[in-house]
């Protein structure tokens, strides 16, 4: 998969140059990111100039190599993806069998349950719903050299970087052209994944049917990836959508609902709430529990909805890799099934099997692999849950015999094939380094009642990382971001 950069990653004159090229065209794209421990307000360094607030968020200083192959695949398969998570969040009956065990044993889990039993119990208010998912990939390499698109999850609520990601291609064409490869450049593909978000919220607001009414983004205290949200936020105010950005506390302490279940804040109406907050258990106190559940209870389109965030469980990702599970929940698309199941890697439950008898169990079944090659993911809806190697024995054996292993998944360890990069990232050293990327898609899709109205790929994500990283994305500083150069 090599892109033709082995010329020039050497070459550390050009690279220093490319570099300090690249880092100013990324801060004048708007490729930033918070620094951390600042105050929450940008302007912030305007009242203390000696106090940096932001800086260009990470990034690669070449794009990485993609298989053209495997880029068309994970576009091509997009909408069936939003369709499968559209049909699971409507499906309760899947959602209570597969998330039995996983409840009785992770309290975040259970309560998020609770509030989508209490929900359609009292009826839903809520008639659009809007799904903004990404559903993210790597690149296996076979023993023969061959690659193949292995899903890692899908990501149902708060993915994120389809802003900033859009600024990075213009910013590494130039980086190429000044490095002498005008027709490499020439070959990056437009990418604005914050456009084809906001043509979703934008449509879920007009099918709301209240021209007064806002968008309200629900975000962190701390907001370090604020820059990434306001691109998607912009495109909104380019449509003449209004937006407003609060927290759960501002909801407990300012949300309302009327006799229609109409949702206010401080008087003013709210037609969409786009999460991005709300997605692991640090998240929330019992007023933010609260403050999802008058939410959840209320007319606006959810984005997501608590369904559609339970939808994105890693149970529910393993649940969907047995036999019979995607003709059930897609009846009469096999052409859809054949497309997504081509793209999932292994994924095990430990609900059944005692930990004791696991390693015996699993190598005799799979001779050509060990537990120290198998990844284990905490069932929740993000990054940074994951063991590996030594670790996870450590935990298969100190869960062996307790009812806690129903709450993880066994999942195959990806193996991509490493390549030659340099990571850009703000006060740290300019070094090759040997790393590995990850291909996200983000998806957009709207339904009125039972009809779908829109449903679309809206755009790529790339990141990257050094090899020696088993784990964690780019706000959690181990990735970078990138862009695929199609091979």
Known sequence: MAAGWQD??????????????AVDAALLAGGLMRTGG???????????????????????????????????????????????????????????????????????????FR???????????????LGINRS???????????????????NTIAASFGGLTSRTADVHRLVLKVLGKTEEASQLLPNNPAKGL??????????????????????????RNIFDQRCVEIELWNRNIRVIRRRFRDVFEQGSLDASRRLYMNG??????????????QNYDQQNWEARLLLERSWAVKCPDIATQLAGTKKVQQELSRPGTLEKLLPGRPEAIARIRATFAGLYSLDEV???????????????????????????LCCG????????????????????????????????????????????????????????????YVRQGQELVLNQAAGHLLRTKAIEHADGGVAAGVAVLDTPYLV
């Open 38 to 112: 600042q105050p929450p307000a940008s302007d912030v360094a305007l009242l203390h100039p000696r106090l940096q607030v932001v800086n260009y968020a990470p990034f690669t200083l070449l794009p990485s190599a993609v298989p053209r192959a495997l880029f068309e695949q994970a576009y091509a398969v997009q909408q069936d993806f939003n369709l499968l998570v559209d049909a699971i969040s409507r499906n309760k009956e899947f959602l209570e069998q597969t998330l039995a065990s996983t409840i009785k044993v992770d309290d975040f889990t259970a309560r998020l």
């Open 385 to 444: 849950n994951n063991l590996y190697g030594e670790e996870l024995r450590q935990v298969l054996e100190k869960i062996k015999d307790s009812p806690e292993r129903t709450s993880y998944i066994l999942m195959d360890k990806i193996k991509p094939q490493p390549a030659l990069n340099y990571l850009l990232r703000a006060h740290s050293p300019l070094q090759v380094s040997e790393c590995i990327s990850e291909l996200g898609i983000f998806g957009v």
């Open 136 to 154: 993210d990939y790597m690149f296996d390499c076979g023993l023969d050299g061959t690659a193949a698109l292995r899903q890692i999850e899908i």
């Open 115 to 129: 509030i989508y039993a209490q929900v359609l119990e009292e009826g839903l208010a809520q008639t659009v719903f």
């Open 268 to 281: 003013q109406e709210v037609a969409v709430v786009y999460y991005r907050e709300g997605y692991v258990p």
């Open 198 to 223: 906001a043509l979703g919220i934008a449509k879920a607001w007009e099918l709301y049917g209240s021209q007064r009414a806002v968008v309200m983004f629900l975000v962190e205290e701390v907001q």
């Open 8 to 21: 020039v990653v050497r070459d550390a004159a050009a690279v220093r140059e490319a570099a300090a090229v």
């Open 354 to 380: 005692s930990g004791a008898g696991l390693q015996q169990e699993w190598t005799s079944s799979h001779p050509h692999t060990h537990l120290g090659s198998l990844v284990e993911n905490k069932r929740r």
